[in-house]
């Protein structure tokens, strides 16, 4: 299922063609699904994939804010946290912003390559909005 557009369905209907082409009658597709996922639980296939050093850097949003101490009212404030990663080494850049507009999503990245020392030839943002 690594390849684009393949799903667990897909794969069951193709597995049902083949046995009802044998003249076999297939597996309903929940026990095909148990027996999928046996399988994978065994295998517990995996693929390295080799990156060049300082070649990439994953940016995000980290997923919920988090509650910060303003220093100057001292309430507290959700804040959004950017996370800029070098693919190849894992390390890592946060930062924290009250608010996740296209302003502090610039701020951030210029924020990160001034930490990392320089910029990546390729950024790979997620799927959000203020990346695109």
């Not at 390849?3 to 026990?31: D, H, I």
């Not at 080799?50 to 070649?55: C, I, Y």
């Not at 990439?56 to 009212?73: C, F």
């Amino acid at each position: 299922m690594a390849k684009s557009g393949v799903t667990l369905s897909l794969l069951w209907n193709e597995y049902c063609e083949a046995y009802r082409l044998s003249n076999e009658v297939p597996f309903m597709y929940t026990q095909f699904c148990k027996y999928y996922r046996d399988y994978a639980n065994v295998t517990k296939a995996t693929m390295h994939i080799n990156r060049k050093p300082g070649e990439q850097l994953e940016v995000d949003w980290a997923g919920q804010t988090s509650p910060i101490v303003d220093r100057n009212t001292s309430d507290i404030i959700n804040a959004y946290i950017f996370v800029a990663v070098l693919s190849s080494s894992q390390y890592a850049y946060v930062e924290a912003f009250t608010s996740p507009n296209q302003e502090c999503w610039i701020t951030a990245h210029i924020n990160a390559y001034k930490f990392f020392g320089g910029v990546t030839r390729i950024l790979i943002p997620d799927n959000l909005k203020t990346g695109v």
